[in-house]
Nanobody
Framework: QLQLVESGGGLVQPGGSLRLTCAVSQGSLHYYHVGWFRQAPGKEREGVSCTASLTGSAVYADSVKDRFTISRDTTGTTVYLEIDNLRPEDTAVYYC???WGGGIHSECTLAQTTYDYWGQGTQVTVSP
């Protein structure tokens, strides 16, 4: 059972930056697609970015392109989401999720239903 733990959220002023972390204490994320999702108050959860297993190739939602950067660390245990130029509309609980990608090259997806493992979320609040 893969256990994901998010951290790095907080209260930030507009224009600021944050780096969110999704980590596993056991095992590796190397063979997993990992996605970041967010749920704003009163809204449905949406996918913002994912990184594919093996290759680390990234996908971004149009709404966050140029401000969000997803990356993996070299140990295979952590995936980051760097958020720049934060806006009030980025306020949400951010979740990471993982889907087994196996040993084949494939692309990740922002479709939530494909992900099997979810973290508990980390709150990001953007306010003056």
């Amino acid at each position: 059972q893969l256990q994901l733990v998010e951290s790095g959220g907080g209260l930030v002023q507009p224009g600021g930056s944050l780096r969110l972390t999704c980590a596993v204490s056991q095992g590796s994320l190397h063979y997993y697609h990992v996605g970041w999702f967010r749920q704003a108050p009163g809204k449905e959860r949406e996918g913002v970015s994912c990184t594919a297993s093996l290759t680390g190739s990234a996908v971004y939602a149009d709404s966050v392109k140029d401000r969000f950067t997803i990356s993996r660390d070299t140990t295979g245990t952590t995936v980051y989401l760097e958020i720049d130029n934060l806006r009030p509309e980025d306020t949400a609980v951010y979740y990471c999720a993982a889907e087994w990608g196996g040993g084949i090259h494939s692309e990740c997806t922002l479709a939530q239903t494909t992900y099997d493992y979810w973290g508990q979320g980390t709150q990001v609040t953007v306010s003056p």
